[in-house]
Nanobody, 123 residues
Framework: QVQLVESWGGLVQSGGSLRLSCAASGGTPSRYAMGWFRQSPGLEREFVAAISLGGSTPLYAASARGRFTISRDNARNTIYLQMNSLKPNDTAVYYC????????????????WGQGTQVTVSS
């Protein structure tokens, strides 16, 4: 059993920055590909970014590319999402997730999920 514990988000003004973190424990979390998803009320959970076991070839949603950076520290079993130039449309609950070995942009492919953290971007 893998547990994922996310940092809390917060309220950020448009144009600001925020870094989310997700610490993994149990199982062998360093062997999992990991990702970030987000969900707004009434909408399906959508892909934001994913990172491989070794941290190479990260994937980004078009809405995140150029503004967000995903990274991982395997020694600390932690992944990060650095979010810059935030916009009101980035407002959502953000979730980290772990996937056995393979990166994916589909939420259904992930095996473990964090509790979610609210990020609100004001105008």
């Amino acid at each position: 059993q893998v547990q994922l514990v996310e940092s809390w988000g917060g309220l950020v003004q448009s144009g600001g920055s925020l870094r989310l973190s997700c610490a993994a424990s149990g199982g062998t979390p360093s062997r999992y590909a990991m990702g970030w998803f987000r969900q707004s009320p009434g909408l399906e959970r959508e892909f934001v970014a994913a990172i491989s076991l070794g941290g190479s070839t990260p994937l980004y949603a078009a809405s995140a590319r150029g503004r967000f950076t995903i990274s991982r520290d395997n020694a600390r079993n932690t992944i990060y999402l650095q979010m810059n130039s935030l916009k009101p449309n980035d407002t959502a609950v953000y979730y980290c997730a772990a996937n056995f070995l393979t990166m994916s942009t589909r939420a259904r492919d992930y095996d473990y999920w964090g509790q979610g953290t609210q990020v609100t971007v004001s105008s």
